[in-house]
């Protein structure tokens, strides 16, 4: 089994509507983080937690929020979706050496 | 703030061919510096990594050198193979405690014809 899965694997939802993408890891790990991914931009840094009470946002957190509820589970919601938000989403983990382990990705349209 | 540049794709090789992608890169102190791979429809998967100057990270066949005096981390590969193909990212991370950040370049996509 992975290490490292997410759910759904793709979405398509319409302009205004929430929608929530979770994550869950069995690495044990206390660091999660999620990502997205745009053509020509690379993989940017929305949210990260360093355990289940301390959460910080990243480089373009505005439009998302996210919810530590255990260890193993990070979810990422958007709470009024938006067509630039299309983009294909990634949740990571972090042990105790600098290395990152990343989900296979969610791909999310918002028509 | 940091930043990682790295070379535009995307790049197309006949198998067997020498490979180098070229990234540079700006942070204070001492990052440590990463390539990823990402094979089609999949999540990134750690290829090789340095924690410090003149290390030299290594796996599959690919190597990459820190050097410090170029600010650079080019990876290199002496003959390509088809599965090969995938798009590649170079990242660092700061060297502070609590500097969580993952830094990527925009990722080369690189394609081996046979």
């Known amino acids: 089994d992975a290490d490292v899965t997410q759910t759904p694997r793709n979405r398509i939802t319409k302009t205004g509507k929430r929608i929530m993408l979770e994550c869950s890891q069995t690495k044990g790990h206390d660091r999660m983080y999620w990502y997205r991914q745009d053509p020509g931009l690379g993989l940017r840094l929305i949210y990260y937690s360093f355990d289940v009470k301390d959460i910080n946002k990243g480089e373009i957190s505005d439009g998302y929020s996210v919810s530590r509820q255990a260890q193993a589970k990070f979810s990422l919601s958007l709470e009024s979706a938006i067509p630039n938000q299309t983009a294909l989403y990634f949740c990571?983990?972090?042990?105790?050496?600098?290395?990152?382990?990343f989900g296979p990705g969610t791909r999310l349209t918002v028509t | 703030g940091d930043s990682v540049t790295q070379m535009e794709g995307p790049v197309t090789l006949s198998e067997e061919a020498f490979l180098t992608i070229n990234c540079t890169y700006t942070?204070?102190?001492?990052?440590?510096l990463f390539w990823y791979v990402q094979y089609p429809g999949e999540g990134l998967q750690l290829l090789l990594k340095?924690?410090?100057?003149?290390d030299k990270g290594s796996n599959k066949g690919f190597e990459a050198t820190y050097r410090k005096e170029t600010t650079s981390f080019h990876l290199e590969k002496g003959s390509v193979q088809v599965s090969d193909s995938a798009v590649y990212f170079c990242?660092?991370?700061?060297?502070?405690?609590?500097?969580?950040?993952?830094?990527f370049g925009t990722g080369t996509r690189l394609t081996i014809i046979p």
């Open positions: 340095a924690t410090k100057a003149d």
């Open positions: 942070a204070t102190g001492y990052p440590s």
């Open positions: 990571a983990t972090r042990g105790g050496d600098y290395e990152q382990y």
């Open positions: 990242a660092l991370t700061g060297s502070n405690f609590g500097n969580e950040k993952l830094t």
